[in-house]
Each structure stands twice: as structure tokens, then as C-alpha cells.
């Protein structure tokens, strides 16, 4: 009987006493988890995870998308993911993330804006204020003193942190918090550094854009030439160039000479719909690859100074499309890796969804994967340390994400065959060694179901597949994410089933997963094809041999009909000729029997006296000849 955990002491095991030992009473499979934590698969219920004081965390089945309840088997891989072989196939969970969490009870209040270091701490800008990360053992978030209400941005530089508050500008120096701003321009949104100009400072406020110029330890503002705007978004694209994002009025670039404000006049361009933006509201703007991009609408775009218009880039549309999403924010991590944020269409909803992005042979591929804890959840502040730590602030909370854990999923999709059935839904292939499957298949279950899944686990709910079974359809079925197909009434012959998946990403796979032989029923074999014949030919031969019998029968009495037929007038006609030359009245013969007997009777005597005459003449001439001999012969002699 099985009697759930059990505890090995080296001599003995006993029963673990445990709040669930009657869910665990179908266990059949343990395994340790790296993080000294314990998942165990049943044959009734899925997957339980315990932590290590054997408290359950989790419990994972069919109706949280695993493909069975019955469980054989539990291994993990390199990246933590936990792989079980069910009954009807394998599935893979996430079981292990590094994501680390640091919320109120860590002292840290409000929604996260932005982050940055500063003489290595970390200081975090919110809607209550700013906050540090305090060095100790224990992490801890304190609160930065002199510093109210929503804090958007800050900016680090080698002796000072600045900061952009719902009230201004404020620099923090020396464990002292000064206001720079002196202007009535009000709340400061963004901060921007000029990259040769490091005591320059674009920021960008409640009415427009302002530098402020550090000269012999004070301050001085100069205003941009953008008013009545508020700027949300700032990235130089070099020293000369700003562009600035603004909340509903478009997108402004700013060609700032390298002697302004001292002298020369600044240079300002505003782009609206005019010049290929789709809207003007929710557009960022980013630096990608040493490249200002706009994050616009479903995707990518990029200005074309040539024409002076917006233009979209086609590998993010395709991203956006492949996904149903529209693409939020994309901030580069590191070389070809970058967080994307997506706004994906689940169930007629939008959903927030995080994920790792990077680029091969021209496409783009996204993984929410290490990120799919925070789906549906509201991210603002991203900000990527110089130990290559990523931290994302949301509502309500800070989360941290070491990049050194991630690794680009590889692309080499393989599309498997995991489950046959029959039409009395009878698993004939479950989903072990292709080798396993049968290569043949008995006419009568010739209706068929074939599940499959491609390899590729990066959103696997959004993979679509083609299907073709060879013999059967003419061309390839539509795409669909169903990953099964049905047959009915397949003929006896040889099939081979062919799939396409295509990822989320728009990448294409093809294979033919599995070749089979339908065989004939039995009154369609060839045992059956020569039982047939060799019947058929012993009928002809039958029916040969009767019909020839029966043809000479017909044939004998026919003749005998014939011979009684040919008797009966014979006999008929000496009838005729009797009466024909008798008198019906005396009996006697009449004249036409003298007429036809006398004619005959004086030809016959002519015959016979000129016979006798003939053989008369010849005679006598013997009888003269002999004479005549016998004279000759007697005067010899004499």
C-alpha cells in the first residue's frame, strides 16, 4: 500500500506525519529540486511541490495546463525547469525563477518609477518619495529625507544624484537635498545628460524643456523653445541632437549648437501625424543599438532624416503580429538583448507581459518565460545595474533579475509526435520512442487521432501547426494552435503525416513526424485476392463443364427429335405414295401407279436388252479372236 512521504533514519523508513498524506497517497515519483525543495508526481493528481519543512507550495494538474494527471516520471534541466512525463505526453514547468522580490515589508512604499546607483547604492524614485537600498546583511529599503510626493526620475553624476519631483528639480549632494529649479515650470518628469557635456541637464517638465548648465558650483536654467507641452520622454541621439516624447502633441527633435546658450539659437522641429506618426499620445522614445527608435502603436519605428517621416520597423511588426500584442517599451539590456514589454491580446483582454528579446537572421525572437511571474502586472521603472542586474519596478513592488541566469532558448525546433489514438479513444503511441509506434495499423481502427508539439517552449500556447497526411489531403490544412488532427476512413495504403509549427515569432518548422501502413481487411488481402481467383477459375471451369453438358444434351435430343421427325416423314410420304397410286375405293392400284411403274418398267427392258445385246457383240468377237489365235498357233506347228 502507498503510504505517501515516508523518512529513512539509515535502518528504517517511517510515515513523514503530514497534513497531506491523503493527497499524497497516489505518489508514485520524488525528485529534489535545486533549491533543496521537493516535487512529487502522483498517479491521480499531478504535481505537488513541498518546500523543505515538507509545507505544500503548489499544486500543479491538468486544469493549470499540465497534459495529465498521471504522472511517471520528474527531471529538471539547466535553466530550473521541471519536465514530467505524464500519460499523455510531456510538459514542462517552471518551477525555479530567479526573480527576487522586495516590497513594503522591506520598507520600500510605492509605485516604482525609475532606478539608478549612485556611490554604489541603489536609489529608487516613487510615488511616495525617494528610497535607498541600505548596506547590510538584511536587505532593507530606507526612505530619503527632504524629498514628497511622486518622484519620476533620477539621474546619477560623480558628486551629485538628481532628481526629477513632482515639485521640480532637486539635487541630493552630500546627504543634503537642495531644489534647483527656479522656475515656475513645475513638476519635473525626465532627466537627460548631454554625452560631451556632462554639466549639461535636459529636463523636461510640466511645460516644456529645460537645460541646466553646473557652472562654478551653481545652477543655471535656459528654457528649450517647446512650451505649453509636457515632455514625458528624452534621448540624445549625439551631442547636437534631443528628442523629446510629449504627452498628446507629438514628438519634438532639437538641433542644439555646441556654444548654446552662449551663444547661436537652438533649432526645433515638432512631428505629428503629418509625418507618419499613428497617434500622438504613448509614444516613447528609446535608444536601441546606439539608435533612437520611437515605440509607437504595435511597434518599432525609426525617422528617415531623407524624407522627414516616421517609418516602422518590419521585423517589431512582425514580432507585434506574431504575438497579437502591441509593443510598450524595449530597453536594451546588453549586446543583442533586450526587455520588451507587450501588450498581449489573451481572451479579448490586453495583458501586460515581460519578456527577454534578441535578434537572429533577421528575426526577432521574445521569451516571457523568466519573466512570466509579473505577467499582468503594471511595470514603469526598468533600470539595468552595471553588474548586469535588471530591476523592474511595478505598483507594488521592485523585483531583480540577474541577467548572467538567462540564456537565449535555442531555435532548433523539433516537431514530435506525442499521443495516437483510436476511435475508441485507445492510446495506441503515448508518447515515448518514436520507435515504439506502430508501423502498421489493423483496417478496423482505421479512424485516427494525432497529437503533437513542437519543442519550442517559449509561449507554447501560441504555437500554430499545418498539418498533411500524405494519400489523404492535397494540400496543407489552416493554421490553427489546435495541436491535434483527426482521420476517418482511411483506405488500406502507406501514409506519412507531416507538420508545420509556427512560433510566436513567425518562425517556421517542418517535419514528417510519423509513417504508417493502414493494412487491408481480410477480404481485401492477398490471401483473400487469391482465394478469389483460384474460386473464380474452379466456377468458370464449373460452369464450363455444365454449360457443355448442357449443350449436348440438348444436342442428343434434338438429334432424336430429328430421327423421329425424319421417320415420321418418311413414313408420312410411303403413306402418300400409296394412297397416291391405290384406289381409294377398290383397293387396287390405279393408273398412275401403270403410268410411273410402266414408263420405268420399258426403260428398265431397254436397258437390260441393250445390255444383253452389248455383251453379245463382245462375246462373239472373243470367240473370233480365239479362233483366229488357234488357227495361227495349229499352222505353226504344222
Not at 543655471?220 to 528624452?234: A, D, I, S, T, W
Request: with cysteine; aromatic share 12%.
Amino acid at each position: 500500500m502507498n503510504k505517501g512521504f515516508l523518512i529513512y533514519d539509515g535502518r528504517k523508513a517511517t510515515p513523514l506525519e503530514t497534513p497531506y498524506q491523503e493527497l499524497l497517497s497516489s505518489a508514485y515519483v520524488g525528485l529534489h529540486l535545486q533549491d533543496g525543495r521537493v516535487a512529487v508526481g502522483s498517479l491521480q493528481s499531478g504535481v505537488y511541490i513541498f518546500d523543505q519543512q515538507h509545507q505544500l507550495l503548489s499544486h500543479i494538474d491538468r486544469k493549470l495546463g499540465l497534459s495529465d494527471n498521471v504522472v511517471y516520471d520528474l527531471r529538471t534541466d539547466k535553466d530550473s525547469g521541471l519536465w514530467v512525463a505524464t500519460d499523455r505526453g510531456v510538459s514542462r514547468i517552471q518551477v525555479s525563477t530567479p526573480l527576487s522580490k522586495f516590497d513594503e515589508s522591506l520598507g520600500l512604499e510605492g509605485q516604482i518609477f525609475n532606478l539608478t546607483h549612485f556611490q554604489d547604492t541603489l536609489f529608487a524614485a516613487t510615488s511616495t518619495g525617494v528610497y535607498y537600498l541600505e548596506k547590510s546583511p538584511q536587505p532593507v529599503f530606507k526612505k530619503l529625507n527632504g524629498i514628497a510626493n511622486i518622484t519620476f526620475d533620477l539621474l546619477a553624476m560623480s558628486d551629485r544624484l538628481l532628481i526629477a519631483n513632482y515639485q521640480g528639480l532637486f539635487q541630493l549632494k552630500d546627504k543634503e537635498i537642495i531644489r534647483l529649479s527656479k522656475n515656475s515650470f513645475g513638476a519635473a518628469y525626465v532627466l537627460a545628460q548631454r554625452p560631451n557635456k556632462k554639466n549639461h541637464i535636459i529636463y523636461g517638465g510640466e511645460h516644456g524643456v529645460t537645460l541646466a548648465r553646473l557652472e562654478n558650483a551653481q545652477w543655471q536654467e535656459f528654457n528649450l523653445p517647446l512650451k505649453n507641452r509636457k515632455v514625458r520622454g528624452l534621448v540624445f541621439e549625439s551631442d547636437s541632437t534631443l528628442w523629446a516624447t510629449t504627452n498628446n502633441k507629438g514628438i519634438a527633435r532639437f538641433i542644439i549648437p555646441e556654444n548654446w546658450p552662449d551663444s547661436d539659437t537652438t533649432q526645433t522641429s515638432v512631428y505629428g501625424l503629418e509625418s507618419g506618426l499613428p497617434y500622438l499620445t504613448g509614444t516613447r522614445v528609446e535608444k536601441i543599438n546606439h539608435q533612437v527608435q520611437f515605440v509607437i502603436g504595435e511597434g518599432i519605428s525609426y525617422f528617415n532624416s531623407a524624407t522627414q517621416k516616421f517609418e516602422a520597423a518590419p521585423q517589431y511588426t512582425n514580432l507585434a503580429k506574431a504575438h497579437q500584442a502591441k509593443i510598450t517599451r524595449v530597453i536594451q539590456l546588453k549586446e543583442n538583448l533586450f526587455l520588451t514589454l507587450l501588450y498581449v491580446l489573451e481572451q479579448g483582454k490586453r495583458v501586460m507581459k515581460p519578456g527577454i528579446m534578441w535578434q537572429e537572421n533577421n528575426v526577432l525572437y521574445w521569451d516571457n518565460t523568466p519573466l512570466s511571474s509579473l505577467n499582468n502586472q503594471f511595470i514603469e521603472g526598468i533600470y539595468v545595474a552595471p553588474d548586469k542586474t535588471l530591476w523592474l519596478g511595478r505598483d507594488s513592488g521592485l523585483y531583480r533579475y540577474p541577467l548572467s541566469q538567462y540564456k537565449a532558448r535555442s531555435l532548433d525546433v523539433n516537431i514530435l509526435l506525442r499521443h495516437l489514438l483510436n476511435g475508441r479513444g485507445e492510446t495506441m503511441y503515448g508518447g515515448a520512442s518514436i520507435l515504439n509506434a506502430p508501423d502498421t495499423i489493423n483496417y478496423h481502427t482505421n479512424r485516427l487521432r494525432f497529437e503533437f508539439a513542437a519543442t519550442y517552449l517559449n509561449a507554447p500556447a501560441e504555437t500554430q501547426y499545418q498539418v498533411k497526411l500524405s494519400g489523404v489531403d492535397k494540400q496543407w490544412s489552416p493554421w490553427s494552435k489546435e495541436s491535434f488532427k483527426d482521420y476517418s476512413n482511411l483506405w488500406e495504403g502507406e501514409y506519412a503525416l507531416s507538420v508545420r509549427a509556427k512560433t510566436n515569432n513567425g518562425e517556421e518548422f517542418e517535419a514528417e513526424i510519423f509513417q504508417f501502413e493502414i493494412l487491408a481487411p481480410w477480404y481485401r488481402s492477398m490471401t483473400a485476392y487469391a482465394v478469389y481467383f483460384i474460386f473464380a477459375v474452379a466456377l468458370l471451369r464449373f460452369v464450363t463443364q455444365w454449360r457443355f453438358r448442357q449443350v449436348n444434351r440438348q444436342r442428343a435430343i434434338l438429334k432424336r427429335e430429328v430421327k423421329k421427325q425424319t421417320k415420321a416423314l418418311e413414313e408420312a410420304y410411303q403413306q402418300l405414295e400409296r394412297l397416291s397410286v391405290t384406289d381409294a375405293l377398290t383397293g387396287l392400284k390405279n393408273r398412275h401407279f401403270v403410268e410411273r411403274y410402266l414408263e420405268k418398267d420399258i426403260s428398265k427392258c431397254k436397258r437390260d436388252y441393250a445390255d444383253w445385246l452389248s455383251g453379245r457383240k463382245e462375246r462373239a468377237l472373243e470367240n473370233a479372236d480365239h479362233y483366229l489365235y488357234a488357227a495361227k498357233k495349229s499352222q505353226r506347228n504344222a
